[in-house]
């Protein structure tokens, strides 16, 4: 009985052995990998052995030139050299696929290039996904790294730069927040040997967002013909307080045209006048052309006014050195009738081809005669001393036996401040006095 148990139990193991050794085909788990642009990245790749061989090896999903080779039934090599990359790091999935007559199995791992011109063990999450340049009213869209912005600009063009970025964590692996992102664009050299360099407000990325700023630039009126470096850096910091860094390296292009004389400014002052008629304008004129002019006119006119300026052979050179000119004309308006006189200024290279002109209006206005003001002080009242009126008291009067006496009147004192109001009391004071005596002479008769 024991010896049939062990053989049940043998045979019942060969067969468990007999599957595991022709089971279907399960590759390994495969780990993520990273590799720097232009290094080559080998991963070997494994799975168990499938019951009738033959394992076919493919690739399902996998960046463009990488390649799967079949060593045997149960191990493949996997190998890709990526070219350069334009983001800091750039990820690409893979899927490869082990399959025999039966069955198969599918395994994915993700695969990071790295931009090897960025600072060692610098691994940004940070990608300019979309850049637009433009320049005068020209617009380059989808402008690469390492690139010259096809636009041309001219002296006093604007240059707006629309940048979008990108927080490339993947909200569901690793929900990260960039924050503080800043931007900065940098045009080497262009201001007269010095840089232009512009910054962005700071703001803060999910993992995933984006967001665009604009960052505005004006080319110099004095500058030179030629090719200006840019650079685009664009940094900030997760909330685990690693920093996150990317730059971008593009060049802009300056051209000129063979002949600009400009009027650089132009200003009266007062540009109105009224009872003085007096103004002055003052002119500066620039070559911001490509050529060297040594017969440049500059002519300012208004023949109402009696302005007949014209300056001849005036040399300006090309370039940011001896390239302006600048003049001051004084004006008298003094009889000139109320009006708007316009006075124009114009400039020439070659002595008569015409390249610029800008026309200023000043105002003359009819002068108001005054008449002196005569201001009028009313004398000051003088205040009247104040006075203490005293009522007199009457001493009773005794006829016979039997006394009569007068009713006392307590003295009152008034301050007086005027002589209508002093005159109106004493006379009230002398009637009732008066009737007082009448009654007391009436009453003694009546006695009698």
Known sequence: MNKRILVGLFCFM?????????????ITAIPNQ????????TVSITST??????????????????????????QATFSYTPGDVTTSSIQFPVTVQASDADSSDVKSFIVTVNDVSQPSGNLSKLEIVDLDVKVGSNTDKNVDNNSKISEEGQPGDSVTFSIEIKNIFDEDVNDTEIKDVSVTVTIFGIDDGDDLDEDSDEFDL????????????????????????????????DEFDNKHELVWELQIEVEKDDHKIMIRDATLNPSSVQCARDATLDVNILNIGSKDEDEVVLEIRNS?????????DLELDEGIDDN????????????????????????????????????????????????????????????EDEEEVEVVTVPPVTTGTVPVTAQPVAPTTFAVRDTTTYTAILIILIVIIVILLVFAIVSIIRRR
């Open 304 to 312: 109402d006014l009696g302005i007949n300026v014209r300056d001849t």
């Open 324 to 383: 302006d000119y600048s003049k001051t004309v004084s004006i008298d308006a003094t009889g000139a009738k109320a009006g708007n006189y316009p006075v124009t200024v114009k400039t020439y290279y070659d002595t008569s081809k015409q390249s610029d002109s800008k026309t200023l209006t000043l105002t003359v206005q009819e002068c108001a005669e005054t008449k002196p003001v005569v201001v009028i002080t009313p004398p000051e009242e003088e205040e």
């Open 34 to 41: 990273v590799v720097n642009e232009g290094s080559l990245l």
């Open 206 to 237: 999910d993992a995933e967002e984006k967001d665009t700023v604009d960052i505005d630039f004006e080319i110099p009126m004095e500058v030179e013909e030629g090719i200006f470096d840019v650079e685009i850096r664009v940094e900030g910091e």
């Open 49 to 74: 052995a499938p019951n009738n061989g033959g394992t076919v090896w493919s690739l399902l999903s996998f960046p463009s030139g990488a390649t799967l080779a079949n060593v045997s039934d149960t």
């Open 14 to 26: 060969a067969v468990i052995f007999s599957g595991l050794a022709y089971a279907n085909p399960v």
